[in-house]
Structures are given as C-alpha cells and as structure tokens.
C-alpha cells in the first residue's frame, strides 16, 4: 500500500462526493470558459461585420489631373481625360499574398453626361458587389437586374421628376428607373447608377474601370499590408485606406475586447471563488481523517501528497469537463446570444489554461486547510467534526 | 491526596515511560479548564496497565498525552529518557509510527478503505515492499479473526469485528507500546471479554499495553490500575 492508494481509493469509493467536488470545479470552469468563448464568438463576429460594413480601401488610377469626387460633395470639375483601369486587370487584385482577406471588390466606371441639358455623374456598378458593400442603402422598387435597369440618386430623381417605371435615354439608349434610391446624405443622391458594361457603352469607355472599392477583412492582418501588396500589383494605381473607417472600426472592436476583458475578470473571479470554496469545505471536512493519519504516524508530508494528488486529479477532470462543456454551452448559446453569431471554435490555449487554472485552484485550495489541520495536534484533529 | 507512590523520583531503575508533573489545560471560552492538574506515575516495559476513571475525569486526556498526540500544558512525558514532547511534531509522529500502536475510542477507522487497507495503514509509510505488507497484514488479520472480513469496507462490520480491526491497525508494524482507549466501551460483555482476552495475550507476548477504561470489569487481567479522578491520579 502506498500513499497515492489511499488517495485513489477515496476518490474511487466516494464517487458521490467526487461527482459533486467535479461538479463545483465544473460549474466554475465551464462559466469562464462559457463566457470567454462567447465574448470571443462576438468579439470575431463583430470584426466581420464591421469588416462587412463598407469598403476600406479604394483604388483610384494614378493621375495629377484626376479630380473625382465620389465620396466628396462637388461635381464640378469632373474631366473628361480622367485615366482608367482595364477591367480585365482587377481579378489581379485577389492574386496577392493577403487575398483571403478580401472581401468585397466593387470597381465602378464614372462619366459626366448630358440629360435633357443639364450635367449628370453617372456611374456604372457591378449591381451584386455594389448593393453588397452598400448594405445600408435603400430604395423604391426593385434594383436593377438588367444591363437597361437604372437606380437613382434621390435627388437626381427629383431634379428630372423620374419615378420608377419611367423611361430615360441616355447617350441615345433608352434605359427603365427600377429603383429610386433614398436619400442618403451622400454623392449617391445626386447621379444615376447603372450596369458596368452598359454605362461603359454610354461614356465610351468599353472595358475601362475609373475606381475599385474594396472591402477587406482586417482581424489577422494590418491594412497596411494590403494597400502596399495591391499597390504592388497595380503600380499605376493610388491605393488608399479609408484610415477613419479602419480606425472607427478598430475602436469599436477595441471597446468590446475591453468590456470582454472586464467580464472574463470578473468571471474568472467568481468562477476561482467557486472552486476554492467547494475544495476548502471538502478539506475541512476531513480534519478527523487528517487527525487519524497523524495518530497513525504519518508525517505531515505525508498527508498533504494524499490530499493534493486528490484534489490534482480532481482538479484535472473537473477542468477538462469544464472546459468541453463551457465550450458546448458556447456553440449552443451563440445564435441565442448574437443573431447569426456563430461559435468562434475550441481555444485550445484557453483549454490550457482553464485546466491549470482548475488544477491550480484545487491544489491552493486544498493546501491552506490541509496544512491547518495536518498541524493541529491529532486529538484536538480527532475531536474536530 | 496527591499522586502517591507513583512518584518515580522514587524509583532508582529506569523506567518504559515516565510522566512527571504532567497538566493540561483547555481554554472553554473565557473559561480556563484544568482536565489534568498534575501527574506523576511511570509505567515499565511489559506491563499491562489500566487508568482507570469516570467520564471526564482526564483518563484520554491523560492517554493522548502519552501517545504524543496532545502538547502538555506542563510537566515532561518520558519514553525511554526521551522527553516526547521536546521533539517535533514530525519527530513525534515518527515516534508513533515506530513506537506507539493506538487504539482509539470509537475505533477510527478509515470509511472508504477496507479492512485489509484499514490495517496496512501504518505500513504505507515505512517503505516496505507491497507483498510483505500485504502479508503482515493478513497474519494480523489472522490473529484477531477478521482473515474472512478482509475486503468489507467498515460499515459493514459489527462494533465487534471493528474493535478488532483497529486492535490489528495498532499492532500490525509491532510497536512495543499500545494504548487502548476504551477498547470495550461500545461492545457487548461477550465481546469485551474477547477484546481484553486478545489485549491480555498481546502483553503476555511482551507488549506493554496502557489502556484506558471507566469499566472495573475490564482490569481483572492488568498488572496495575491507575486511577484517576478531578485531574489526578492515584496508585492502586
């Protein structure tokens, strides 16, 4: 008989007292690591979707003379040599390193034409990359689906009294509103969106793209780093991040991390709260035991290797079942947390730690009463309920 | 009347164990209870000894003191010259582990160990090899009839064959001194007659037993009986 016998012993022949000293370390375990994992689901599902929410990075050919002005308020001045993209190069931008955090690209051909005499921007889109980046855009009637289909800038539709359904030529092709865009307090009341290859018949400028909107996802790479890699491939063009939307978004990110960080505390405080006090009473309640080694002539080195390899082996399954659990809750509780929110996927750095946090909890816990009665004299142990 | 011819200053040989000027005292609130006021007997290698004494009147007090199981508030507790309670608490318990086989009241027996593992107890710590516990062990079962109740956990056995198995967890590693803390206390009369037969037999092998008892019965096989009363003790 050795000293890890009587400990196995114990643990094999109270199994109702180690499934509820399991169940403490499981409780505690599985709420950290519930909690962590949701706020780590969230904090990932937040990223995406602001990475969603609009485009961050723009391309624009290099030009001295180019003097666009989507995304900023006048029009005038929109020349008429501005230099443009072939078309045919955009595919290149998904060919570099960081491609698998792009999202969206939008490229879009812009031209000024004349309407019933006044000076219109129009801009042609590929409608399915467009309406995506611009989620938070709204309209009357359905949105284009044929190259003849057009979406109007309210402003725009108020100018030349336009409604859906109406009739509208332009450059001598007749073309039907579908859709009448409200308004959004940006450049997009005041033009006419149109099909890509269409607007590109109208401004004559067949397989010419003016600008490239892009949306990345920016959680595992700096958007530096893929400016300077689409710039590489595009040496003729001017990439820019949009840095307030990356910033903005970064904030917001960072505002949940720390409110994540602030919770995952005080859930680890409360979890370890949980854990010392169900080892502590379980400890306590063995000072008669502990009373019985020490009349026997065990060493007090003796009973705390009894005591601790218990509460190790307990505190080893209870942090592997806390973790396994906390995790299961976590996938189940997701979609019930966030709309659409999806599990982030096992931790398995958290699982280390969640384990040794367990282990460690149990061993400290157990120590302190361990010691205090290991150091009572046996009687006064033995007389100890 | 103070201790009386117990007093071993009087004796020129050297005694097994020698208590002198022994007192305990507990602190009941603000109350400070004397259990011991002052003892002075010794005891001789191979005796079998009673304290003898009605309930709370010191007698375990007085035992676990001997046993090195309660600091002394005062006095000296001597095993072989060696002041007990001058060594630590770890010195103590190895002192135990070698020297002191106890027998407690109320049996103490450990409830999630069976009874083979309840008498190996005192040999998980001397290093000796898992066959020659196993062996000791049975031999001692053996000899207080439990060989058939080896694998009962505690709480199936009656008060009878539990007082056994902590009689067999005292003696198994041999230790020269055993103290018995009302080993009858609890059993039948038929019970206790097998108990004190297997107590007087283990003395007449050369073990020196000091055992502690309220019942008269239980010191007709004893070679001397010390009486204790209020905190002090008396020759018989």
């Known amino acids: ?385 | 009347m103070n201790s009386t011819n117990t007093n071993p200053a009087e004796h020129e040989v050297q005694h097994l164990i020698e208590i002198r000027g022994i007192g305990k005292d507990y602190q009941d609130g603000e109350t400070k209870v004397q259990a011991i006021k002052q003892m002075d007997f010794y005891i001789d290698d191979g005796e079998f000894v009673a304290i003898m004494g009605q309930s709370g009147s010191g007698k375990s007090t007085l035992l676990s003191i001997l046993g090195g199981l309660n600091h002394p508030s005062r006095g000296k507790a001597l095993l072989d010259t060696l002041d007990i309670y001058e060594l630590s608490s770890e010195q103590r318990a190895d002192l135990r582990s070698e020297y002191i086989g106890v027998i407690f009241q109320s049996f103490q027996l450990i409830p999630y160990l069976t009874v083979l593992e309840n008498v190996k107890l005192p040999l998980a710590i001397t290093g000796k090899k898992a066959k020659l516990q196993d062996k000791m062990a049975r031999d001692v079962l053996a000899r207080v009839g439990l060989t058939n109740k080896a694998n009962r956990l505690p709480d199936q056995l009656s008060g009878g064959e539990q007082e056994r198995v902590a009689i067999a967890r005292a003696i198994v590693n041999k230790p020269p001194i055993l103290l018995a803390d009302e080993p009858t206390g609890s059993l039948d009369s038929n019970t206790a007659d097998e108990i004190l037969n297997l107590l007087k037999e283990l003395n007449e092998e050369g073990q020196t037993i000091i055992m502690v008892t309220h019942n008269p019965d239980a010191c007709k096989d004893t070679t001397r009986t010390i009486h204790v009363k209020d905190g002090l003790c008396y020759a018989h």
């Open chain 1, 1 to 385: 008989m050795k000293l890890h016998n009587i400990s196995f012993n114990n643990l094999n022949r109270r199994k109702g007292k180690m499934i509820f000293l399991v169940l403490g370390l499981f409780i505690g375990i599985a709420t950290i690591v519930t909690l962590l994992s949701i706020t780590e689901s969230m904090s990932r599902d937040i990223e995406d979707r602001l990475d969603q929410f609009g485009a961050n990075i723009v391309m624009v050919p290099k030009s001295e003379n180019l003097s666009l002005s989507y995304g900023g308020v006048s029009m005038g001045g929109v020349n008429y040599k501005t230099v443009e993209f072939d078309e045919a190069r955009i595919p290149e931008i998904r060919t570099i390193e960081y491609s698998k955090n792009l999202g969206l690209v939008a490229p879009k051909v812009l031209g000024a034409t004349s309407v019933k005499g006044k000076d219109v921007l129009l801009m042609g889109v590929d409608f399915e990359s467009e309406l995506a980046l611009k989620n938070w855009w709204q309209w009357e009637g359905t949105p284009p689906a044929q190259p003849d289909e057009l979406l109007i800038g309210s402003q725009t539709a108020a100018t030349f009294n336009l409604a859906v359904g109406d009739s509208l030529v332009l450059d001598e092709k007749e073309f039907t509103v579908t859709s009448i865009l409200k308004p959004t307090g940006a450049t997009e009341d005041g033009i006419i969106i149109g099909d890509l290859h269409a607007f590109q018949g109208v401004l004559g400028k067949e397989g010419k793209v003016s600008m490239v909107e892009i949306a990345a996802f920016c959680r595992d790479c700096p958007i530096t780093e893929l400016v300077l890699q689409i710039a590489g491939k595009f040496p003729d063009a001017k990439v820019t991040a949009l840095r307030q939307a990356v910033m903005s978004k970064m904030q917001s990110i960072e505002l949940f991390k720390s409110f994540s960080y602030g919770i995952a505390i005080l859930v680890v405080f409360i979890g370890s709260l949980l854990v010392f006090v169900t080892m502590m009473g379980s400890v306590n309640e063995r000072t008669r035991e502990i009373g019985i080694f020490r009349a026997i002539g065990f060493r007090r080195g003796h009973v705390m290797q009894i005591i601790l390899l218990e509460a190790m082996v307990v505190g080893l399954i209870g942090g592997i079942l806390g973790y396994l659990g906390g995790n299961g809750i976590a996938l189940v509780a997701m979609p019930l947390v966030m709309k659409n929110g999806s599990f982030a996927g096992f931790n398995y750095n958290l699982g280390g730690v969640a384990v040794l946090l367990s282990v460690a909890l149990s061993l400290l816990a157990s120590l302190y009463p361990a010691q205090k009665a290991s150091n009572l004299d046996p009687s006064e142990a033995l007389r100890a309920l």
